[in-house]
């Protein structure tokens, strides 16, 4: 049973104004504050004003608002629906209340939670759909917090969807069965197909998957997005890749993807690691592509989760080519890839003016060969090079540079575990990177930055590469 404690003592409603008069008394940031909040809807307003602030003036003429320039009368409030008090006068507040009370009319005096009949909620405004956040006047500040966190969960395009919305229910009714037909047409288009074309932009698109999805009489189809994870820390994940995370029922990671990350995603996702990890049983990449099939065939929505960004060194092209060729719907959400993850560690410029203006994504396993690739004349013209995976090649990549004629002294900064608490700099120069090879103590990834516009990058919180070569001890 509730308590008095659990039960509320404002109870949220959604008012009809549209078209209203809505009044509001007063000057200043107060005044302005609530026409603004009362412009996200289409309520007709009156600010009354006696000698109004330059800002509050312009933003009437700017925002359709009339502006009174008159002494307050309680004739101001005839016919309104809602009135405001924000004078900041407590006399004139209470006979603005007094006189809104008298007509039947409900009123907010700002500040004064005493006087009021209402309260104003944080709002989130996705019209025609509204998040109304209240706390009974006893933390804006919590109520603003809260609103954030809801806005960033919701996509920006979800009040058209739900304009959308309203004009299929008429012909979901009719087709399909009351209970959980329905019940599954509604939740593959606010989360499927329409929503997806809805969100980026193309309207037309997301009624035809709506038309679609009515003579498929509500079939789910499976969807696959390959999503970029970011370097490792949570916050460095997009809203989009979050959003898509909440509404997966499969997630299938990679290795790199901290649990921290994944378990952003629904709680009741079903989770399946496929990455390899020092020796732990992975599997193969056309396992994967097959996997991703499969779900996507059995009408599942899929997160293919890939550290950094998908595109880069993530095998992400064979795994679209699979899934186009099973005519699986799909699409990437980019992420924050490792080198400028590490780069923003050490606070180094990736392009440089009049240094650098060329940057080299590589693994630097193609310095193998016999013929050098052409990114190392880019090395040598100046471009800031991104090894990624090169660890384990350090010393040959340092010598077949030099060779090139990449001078020794090239600024080189390594940064393992970028983006996250654990991370680790270190800076030295091209000589010196073999070292990195050797170094039994470095076990996240690794990523290796050379180029002379590293020598922008800041030092003083990295070691040097060569001075801390790290000695096993002896068994
Ligand atoms: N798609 C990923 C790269 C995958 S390849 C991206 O865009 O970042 C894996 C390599 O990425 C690792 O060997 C390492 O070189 C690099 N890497 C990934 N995460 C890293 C991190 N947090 N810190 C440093 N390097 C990282």
Redesign the pocket.
Known sequence: MSTPESRLNAFPIFMKVEGRSVVIVGNGDEALSKARLMAQSNADLTIVAEIPDEELAAWAAANDATLLREPYHSDHLAGATLAFAATGGEALDARIVADARAAGICVNAVDRPDLCDFFTPALVNRAPVAIAIGTEGAGPVLAQMIRTRIDRMLSPSLGKLATLAASYRAAVETLLPKGAARRAYWNEFFSGAPARAMEIGHFDEAQAAADELLARRGAVEGHVALV?AG??AEDLLTLRAHRLLMEADVIVHDA?VPEAVIAMGRRDAERIGVGKRKGCHSKSQAEINELLVELGRAGKRVVRL?????L???RAGEEMAALRDASISYEVVP?V???F??AADFELPLTLRGVASSMVFTTGHDLKGGTLPDWAKLAIAGATVA?????SIAAELATRLIEAGLSPDTAVAV??????AS?RLFHGTLADLPALESREDLT????TIIGDAVAGARFDRSTALAADIFVPVAA
């Open positions: 970029g370097p490792g790199l890939k550290s950094g960004d998908p880069v060194f993530g992420g890839t490792a080198a993850a590490a090894v990624y995976m090169g660890r940064v393992e575990n970028a983006s996250l991370k996240g990834p690794v990523m």
